[in-house]
């Protein structure tokens, strides 16, 4: 025990006197949080509009008074031409155009099923999605306020909407931030302790003082337990200064139990802990360390469900994904800020994350050797 | 006079190369013993593997009685060792590094304070207990390497090269720091590429291509140089060289400096050196003859293994 409080010592030592070290450890994470909550959002605003009326009537007018009213959608360009709105959709002056046909109003009046036509530009589809979402929004309010019971929509693909009205849960005015920041905080979590352990392993095999430490009495455990603690410290100071700025400057709701974030977390830091282990014991400069530890990262952010949605995946891939601890974690920690699960809720991915934590570290402890050959 | 290190019949094949190829030897307690041999000759892997930081592919190591393949742990409680390569940790003070050492050897405070100040004492280090190891000289360095290696008074100490690539005078000052830690009864086992430091041990074992080709005290190495040795100078070495090179009856020539060794099948006679001193344009002087030195003989005993092979 006291062998590995002196190992500690010798760590936090080492760390504090190392300056890049320092900022790498509490400066980065700020600052990639600041610039990552900014720029991973999902939010789509200012869509640029073309319109072709060709009804020309007092209702026709009022629906696209209902668009220009929005800072969803900038109506950039009023047109009779259809060929142009082509040419524009192609040379990116406009996102998303509005057609109303001749005879509109007319149909609306009558009671025959009026038709508009919308089309997106789909080669970002995850825009196109939420434009044409919000488009058929508009359309169904305006519908519905004009006692119009019956609006239905015809875009490209044909589409056939029910009167619906929807309620966003748990994060009501679905702030992508609210989804971002505790992403960022898992992302952390995963980079920060993994290069952590694999660069300070590697560097005492590249310097030469994990031979010096081999021919000391100092046993495996000791040895292991000495660089793991500070790390694990660490991690959980990162998570405590990222987690203030994301409550007080992000406003990032945190409805779940601190203790059952602090202790999953736990169970995720001895899995990337664990990892940066494994990752020292085949590298041999901290170059080799750094880009294998790289590789790891890349797989495991892309397909933990991030930024993009594991749903979306294709089959193979979601499958996949099971095989990556950080897509539990980041459902875990989404789940305990947005909903403010409980473990009931939390146990499967904690399960899981458990299962994965125990085969990384025992393999990593394994393959860590005492001896050089 | 008891054993401190029985190597038997030690072996260590990587892949298909075998670094040490069945070797066999031991050393006192007691004993400041030399390993000498031209680099890849294996000394490093019998030192690590010494060191129980190896496992040898067949035969064994007994350091003190005890097995490197089973008890681990006590030979490396009793074991100091110092690497090549310098080896501590850079951005810790000269202080922290020892104090670490201590704790991982568990030196009882009672003594710590003691068994410090003589550390200090013989490496002059306490001015620079606050200096980071990084900052030392390269002297200095080994002195604290060689501190934190004697921290727990080992009573076995192994040493790879420690001298390489530190100055004349630091390197002396070392062998006596060395010299007096035998003294005190430690076992010391050391490999050198210096030759002089090689001639300051009890025994020396000559390694080449990973085997042993001589072991013996010093002076028993060099009376073992069959032929008569000269040493001469000139102004250009090299051609002098080449020109005793094409002489019938040359065994061995040998650049010293400014120096050249040069040895005979036969005695010359002092009408030779003139006959010599002319044909080689009058720029052959100070011919003498001259004992043969550790280098001589390491290179003739090299020389005899590759014509052997």
């Known amino acids: 025990m006291k062998r590995i409080l002196q190992m500690m010592q010798k760590e936090f030592r080492q760390i504090f006197r190392d300056r890049p070290m320092m900022g790498i450890i509490f400066i980065v994470p700020l600052v990639q949080l600041l610039i990552l909550a900014f720029a991973i959002t999902t939010d789509v605003k200012h869509i640029k509009m073309s319109v072709v009326d060709f009804d020309k009537s007092a209702i026709s007018r009022e629906i696209i008074n209902a668009f220009s009213q929005t800072e969803r959608f900038d109506i950039k360009d009023f047109t009779q031409d259809l060929h142009r709105i082509d040419n524009d959709m192609r040379s990116w002056k406009t996102q998303i155009a509005l057609v109303i046909p001749a005879g509109f109003s007319k149909d609306m009046q009558r009671g025959a099923k009026p038709q508009i036509h919308i089309s997106a530009d789909g080669v970002d589809g995850n825009t196109a999605g939420i434009a044409l979402g919000y488009a058929q929004a508009i359309l169904v309010k305006y519908g519905l306020e004009n006692n119009s019971p019956d609006v239905s929509l015809t875009r490209r693909i044909s589409l056939h909407i029910v009167n619906m009205v929807e309620r966003m849960w748990y994060n009501l005015e679905l702030d992508s931030q609210q989804f971002m920041v505790p992403g960022i905080v898992v992302v952390l979590l995963t980079i920060i302790p993994m290069m952590l352990s694999a660069m300070s392993l590697v560097k005492e095999k590249e310097i030469g003082t994990l031979e010096q430490l081999m021919v000391t009495p100092l046993r495996k455990h000791q040895l292991l337990l000495g660089k793991i603690i500070p790390f694990l410290i660490l991690s959980y100071l990162e998570l405590a200064i990222v987690m203030t700025v994301a409550i007080l400057l992000f406003n990032i709701a945190m409805n779940g139990s601190y203790l059952l974030l602090a202790s999953l977390s736990f169970l995720y830091l001895i899995t990337t802990i664990g990892l940066g282990i494994f990752i020292s014991t085949f590298t041999h400069t901290q170059q080799q360390a750094m880009f294998v530890a790289w590789f790891f990262m890349v797989f495991m952010i892309i397909m933990s469900g991030f930024f993009i949605p594991i749903d979306n995946m294709p089959g193979s891939l979601q499958a996949f994904t099971y095989l990556n601890p950080m897509r539990f974690f980041m459902a875990i920690i989404r789940d305990i800020f947005q909903k403010g699960s409980g473990l009931s809720y939390l146990s499967r991915d904690s399960a899981m994350m458990t299962f994965y934590g125990i085969i990384i570290i025992t393999l990593a402890v394994f393959k860590f050797r005492k001896r050089v050959s | ?309």
């Open chain 2, 1 to 309: 006079m008891k054993v401190a290190l029985e190597i038997i019949e030690f072996k260590k094949v990587y892949g298909t190369y075998p670094a040490v190829n069945g070797v066999s030897f031991s050393v006192e307690e007691g004993e400041l013993f030399g390993l000498i041999g031209p680099d890849g000759a294996g000394k490093t892997t019998l030192i690590r593997a010494l060191c129980t930081l190896l496992k040898p592919t067949s035969g064994s190591l007994i350091v003190s009685g005890m097995d490197s393949n089973t008890d681990i742990l006590a030979i490396r409680n009793i074991l100091g060792y110092m690497p090549q390569r310098f080896s501590l940790y850079q951005d810790l003070s000269v202080e922290q590094n020892l104090q670490f050492f201590a704790d991982l050897f568990k030196v009882p405070a009672i003594h710590r304070t003691e068994r410090l100040n003589r550390l200090y004492q013989f490496s002059r280090l306490e001015s620079f207990k606050k200096r980071l190891a990084g900052e030392l000289s390269g002297g200095m360095k080994q002195k604290l390497a060689l501190s934190c290696a004697l921290i727990h008074t080992p009573a076995i100490l192994i040493l790879d090269e420690p001298t390489y690539g530190v100055d004349p005078l630091s390197r002396q000052e070392f062998w006596e720091i060395l010299k007096s830690i035998q003294q005190e009864g430690a076992t010391i086992l050391v490999s050198t590429a210096y030759m002089e430091e090689a001639e300051l041990c009890d025994r020396v074992a000559l390694m080449y291509n990973g085997k042993i080709i001589e072991i013996n005290p010093p002076e028993k190495i060099k009376a073992e140089y069959p032929y008569p040795l000269y040493r001469c100078e000139g102004r250009d070495m090299q051609k002098l060289r080449n020109f005793f090179k094409n002489l019938e009856g040359i065994r061995q020539t040998q650049l010293f400096g400014n120096a050249l060794h040069v040895s005979f099948s036969e005695k010359p006679s002092p009408g030779d050196w003139q006959k010599w001193q002319k044909q080689s344009g009058g720029d052959l002087k100070n011919w003498i003859d001259h004992e043969p030195s550790m280098e001589d003989v390491f290179l003739y005993l090299i020389n005899q293994e590759i014509k052997d092979e």
